[in-house]
């Protein structure tokens, strides 16, 4: 398979805290990637470091055989890396339709020259994760499940060639996880490499074709779902030891 994006020893201290600790990987093209770990492993971090808003201390990321290191977040989002944000924060003022026209106009390549047509693919990107009956709403009247949605619309208006996806299904319940959890494979299915981070097992098993386990900032499993999810370092790290 052909890598899209590799990440070559990633390191990134704050102060005294190494938070991400000498990491390496590839997600190749098509490929859905999942990142499991528990809270403060270093996986949100990891992927600001691949969407450009936190520098790495050490090492490399690599877009399609390129160094990206020196290329700017707003600069990555034009040449395909979109991701979501874990805390949601939508343009407010500005109704569903607007604020997901923003990443249109701002995408891959540069973005969309016109408003209308901004707008036109913000449309088609709104129904397609499901919000397309709240388009003249204004964003910030959204509940905390239909912002999650916001946040993919917003992200896959940018026309990404790799998609950066944090908890998008945080707090949803299953119904609602199991309606993401289809967005994400017609995501895919449109020839987007996706990087999913998530708590919700079940979800991370049924979408991923890989998962990589990260643990006090260093990976620590990286494989096939069930061989991973079986690994007895990684059900420790969730767990903990089982007393004898």
Known sequence: M???????????????????????FTLNQGEILGFIGPNGAGKTTLISLISGTLAPTEGEVF??????????????????????????????????????????????GGGEKKLRVAREKARECLNFVGLGKHIDHRAEELGGPDRKRLEL?????MQPQILLCDEVMAGLNLVEIDEVIEVIRKVRS????IIVIEHVIKAIKTLSDRIMVLHHGEKIADGAPDEVLANTTVVEAYLGKKRT
């Open 190 to 193: 449109q020839g987007i490499s």
């Open 153 to 157: 619309a917003k992200a896959l208006a």
């Open 63 to 108: 877009f399609l055989g390129k160094s990206i290191n020196s290329v700017p977040a707003y600069q990555r989002a034009r040449l395909g890396i979109g991701r979501t944000f874990q805390i949601m924060r939508p343009f407010p003022g500005l109704s569903v339709l607007d604020n997901v026209a923003v990443g249109a106009l701002f995408g891959r």
């Open 2 to 24: 052909t890598a899209i994006l590799e990440a070559r020893h990633l390191t990134r201290r704050f102060s005294g805290l190494l938070a991400v600790n000498d990491v390496s």
